[in-house]
């Protein structure tokens, strides 16, 4: 479990890096039939911001724990990418397609964690 929360915040630093807003850990790990432990949910303002806080999470999980995504989808339109890391899914949105999936709200009973921007 300690090891999914340094993910958890490595993946965080990762979309800061990049100035990626809106950063909500959403912990899943006490609802029964999740798919993951955690969501990292955030958006970057263009499609050309969400690729590059994609490329620095994946840089960053990577160089810090030596670990590749299982998946990663959505790179190419950058509408919504989802990066999979077995335990850990990340979620990075334009902010048009964040508001219309809300993701935050899908489970009502995870807790939910706002990070606040580093602007």
């Not at 620095?56 to 670990?67: A, N, Q, T």
Request: charged content about 25%; proline content about 3%.
């Amino acid at each position: 479990m300690n090891d999914t929360k340094n993910l958890v915040e490595t993946i965080t630093k990762g979309i800061q890096e990049k100035k990626g807003h809106g950063i909500v850990i959403a912990d899943l790990s006490k609802i029964d039939g999740t798919i993951c432990q955690y969501f990292v949910i955030c958006h970057g303002n263009s499609p050309q911001q969400v690729e590059a806080i994609a490329e620095s999470v994946s840089d960053y999980v990577r160089e810090i724990h030596g670990e590749k995504p299982i998946n990663c989808a959505g790179l190419g339109n950058n509408l919504w990418v989802a990066i999979d890391y077995a335990d850990v899914l990340v979620h990075i949105f334009i902010p048009e397609t964040r508001e219309y999936y809300d993701l935050e709200h899908l489970w009502e009973d995870a807790k939910l964690t706002r990070i606040a921007d580093l602007d």
